[in-house]
């Protein structure tokens, strides 16, 4: 049974910072590559940053420089460093592998950046 549930999320300046976390059921984080995904209002979900269970990433032009993702395979936990946060970087945020295994997601964590 895949479960990913996301957290950390809130309301934040610009310029500010929030780490998300991800808890993610074995079964699917050990062995697959990891990845942040974000959905603003109006806007297909995207892809934002993955790692592998080495430890190297990528990252999505918008959020170079500015996110860190990270993985702790003892915990089945992935994360998401969330620095210089700009009104653009409002959405909802989701973690899942990559590329998508099946149709399910987790519930999202929602982060908000003020002007």
């Known amino acids: 049974q895949v479960q990913l549930v996301e957290s950390g999320g809130g309301l934040v300046q610009a310029g500010g910072s929030l780490r998300l976390s991800c808890a993610a059921s074995?079964?699917?984080?050990?062995?697959?590559?990891m990845g942040w995904y974000r959905q603003a209002p109006g806007n297909q979900r995207a892809l934002l940053a993955v790692?592998?269970?080495?430890?190297?990433?990528n990252y999505a032009d918008s959020v170079r420089g500015r996110f860190t993702i990270s993985r702790d395979n003892a915990k089945n936990t992935l994360y998401l460093q969330m620095n210089s946060l700009k009104p653009e970087d409002t959405a909802v945020y989701y973690c899942?592998?990559?590329?998508?295994?099946?149709?399910?997601w987790g519930q999202g964590t929602q982060v908000t950046v003020s002007s």
């Open positions: 790692i592998n269970s080495s430890g190297s990433a």
């Open positions: 899942n592998t990559d590329p998508l295994l099946s149709d399910y």
């Open positions: 074995g079964s699917i984080f050990s062995i697959n590559d």
